[in-house]
């Protein structure tokens, strides 16, 4: 029997970082248009739909064919809110609004756009598989805190982040790190629901490992012209 999967993308209206990021023309396209296609591509979603507090951000979203079937409530969309919060609100209202029970939650960032249809495919095979509580995706790290990382203690000494029996020559030889890329998160409906304060990060969790060029998340000005100019250069694909 077929999973019955909700797509959400979380956008709100605020942005520290780059104002109105979300909404920001990215190759032609507003950025959360670029995940919302993506998502609609994968064809495996009963629903797609967007999380915001904006009415800019909801026009655009259904413009481009997500719905958007209530407004994010004020307490969830300040600079401070969780995001997992948000995610577990959208689920409650989501089954409460089409009357249906959804058996996975996806949780796709409309800041880190840089995924593809097969990226999405392995990472379901992967829950239907092992049915683990989450999945997130990671890419390779370029720093490694067992070698080249470091952190100041209380009275100002330096240290590696994290040490090893033995000392470390060459960063190849230290253990094997990844990077949290903020793109794809895959969560099991009961876990989301039956956890008190649900986390990404659990004793039953899993790793989708993506190409380097996917640890893109856009946070600066310079982020967009970096992903178009990887994009013009055929690096990536959007």
Known sequence: MPLNILVIIAARGGSKGVKGKNVRPLLGRPLIAHTILQALRWGKAAKVIVSTDSKEIAQIAREYGAQVPFMRPAPLATDKSGKLPVIVHALKACEEIYKTKFDLVVDLDGTAPVRSIEDLDNCLTMFIKQRPQTIFSVVPC???????????????????????????????????????????????RNYLLKTKNPTVITRRCMIYVMKEESGFDIDREIDFKFLEFLSKEKVIKL
């Open 142 to 188: 370029h720093k490694n805190p067992y070698f080249n990382m470091v952190e100041l203690n209380s009275s100002g000494r330096v240290s590696l982040c994290k040490k090893t029996k033995i000392r470390l020559k060459r960063r190849q030889d230290a253990p094997i790190v990844y990077d949290a890329n903020a793109s794809i998160y895959f969560y099991d």
